[in-house]
């Protein structure tokens, strides 16, 4: 249903509308349009879809002349990641977000989650996360001050191996590639070992002008894996776990 109240130029719109605009849609519960101001407000499962980017949220109020405008209890969908926040800001090009959540897990409750302070997406550009912590489960593992990453190809960064062997059982090997800035880039891993454990770390790669460096670190809590030719087992699981830390690096200058 659509009503338009002639004296004030404004749009009404209740039943669920489908509204397509320039280069989005807009799909919620109830929404508004004040024509003179170009001033756009939605309630209820409100969506916003430009065919890259999907932002959902409970209440939206967009400037459409000023490109601006803010959506609470916000979900944001780039695939493949997702994220949350309390509300998402759009300032001209760009949307930002504080207390974010992101993940490119699909579980409800997902393996892992980063968190970041703020967060500014250029949509088919660049993300820029501040402040961020990487979760495994509910365990921080690492800390980053800034990271950007460039939204091109969102997969190329990320390596999954599955395996199988004797002695650690199944197991898949997850690692992603980043990079800050122009000089510092290098890999996160997160893996699973059905019979040793959890194990996360990173590498980093620094390359200044006149040098070369790189440090590795990696840590598992496991459980010892003992051969028992008899019942097939490779660990005994009432035996405590134990901390496995790895910490290199090499440095070179000119």
Known sequence: RMVYHSR???????GRPHLPYLYYTLDADEVTYDIDPGLITASGNVVMDDGQMVISGSDLAYDNQGRSGIIKNSRTTVLP??????????????????????????????????????????????????NLVLYAGRVPVFYFPIYTRLLKDPWERWHIRPGYNKREGTFVKVSYDYDVGENLEGSLYADYFQRRGIGTGLDARWTPKHGRHYLYFYHIGEKPILSNDQTGKYYNPELPRSDNWKLYGTAWQE
């Not at 004030?8 to 209740?14: G, L, N």
């Not at 300032?91 to 393996?111: I, K, L």
């Open 8 to 14: 004030t130029r404004v749009i009404e719109a209740t």
């Open 81 to 130: 990641w997702r994220f949350r926040a309390e509300e998402t800001v759009r300032r001209g090009p760009r949307w930002d977000a504080d207390n974010v959540y992101m993940t490119t897990c699909d579980r409800e409750d997902p393996h892992y989650e980063i968190w970041a302070s703020s967060a500014t997406l250029y949509p088919n550009s660049r993300l820029v996360l501040r």
